[in-house]
């Protein structure tokens, strides 16, 4: 079964504040995801990496940025933490073989005070 | 543009009863994948199914069907005698390139 881990369930940090959202997946796939989820609103994907050192902005990658300098893990920054940055983030990967499906992990609900 | 589109936003049934989620998407492309996805309570995204767009069989698994028909860009799935286990939230999503997500549908089922 492919694991998608990220690092914090819960997490409350400061406006202003550098904030890192860490992802691991143990299946060697190259494509990994970043998303956000608000109600009403779906997931919105934020950046993606189609291998390692390698990235792309989604639909709203603005405040953020991303690092991939390992295959299995993928993070994200928050670069100044704002209250609009609260939501729950989700994590997904994926072989890159055409119409596999994302892996995802269990998410983060980041408040941001 | 490419879309999904679920427009149920929130079912309530009673366990035991059936129950279809919708699935509407536009694509311009004639290769495509179809996804479903489950997210319970606790948070994590569940893969359910895969379809391509040159499969249009049905497909059942247990309780759950789906019934894809491309005439008319749909993509439902069924729940037949649910129950308090399948409340959810249930996402639909496209994939040319990029996955995209429906808005989710809020399934609950009530002893």
């Known amino acids: 079964d492919v694991k998608v881990t990220q690092s914090s369930r819960y997490l409350v940090k400061r406006t202003g504040e550098k904030v890192f959202l860490e992802c691991v997946q143990d299946m060697d796939h190259e494509n990994m995801f970043w998303y956000r989820q608000d109600p009403g609103l779906g997931l919105r994907l934020i950046y993606f990496?189609?291998?390692?050192?390698?990235?792309e902005k989604g639909d709203i990658p603005e405040g953020y940025s991303v690092s991939r300098e390992k295959k299995e893990r993928f993070s994200l920054i928050l670069e100044s933490a704002s209250t609009n940055q609260t939501s729950m983030y989700l994590c997904a990967s994926r072989d890159s073989r055409g119409g596999q499906p994302q892996h995802f992990g269990d998410g983060t609900r980041l408040s941001i005070l | 543009a490419q879309k999904v589109t679920q427009a149920q936003t929130e079912i309530s049934v009673v366990e035991k009863e059936d129950v279809t989620l919708d699935c509407v998407y536009e694509?311009?492309?004639?290769?495509?994948?179809l996804f479903w996805y489950k997210q319970p309570p606790s948070g994590e995204l569940v893969f359910l199914i895969r379809?391509?767009?040159?499969?249009?069989q049905n497909e059942i698994s247990g309780r759950y069907s789906w019934n894809f028909q491309k005439s008319t860009s749909s993509f439902n799935f069924t729940i037949t005698a649910s129950q308090v286990v399948d409340s959810a939230v249930y996402f639909c999503a496209l994939r040319e390139g990029k996955l995209i997500f429906g808005t989710g549908t809020r399934l609950q089922v009530f002893p």
């Open positions: 379809r391509n767009s040159f499969d249009e």
């Open positions: 990496s189609y291998d390692v050192k390698m990235k």
């Open positions: 694509t311009r492309d004639t290769t495509y994948y």
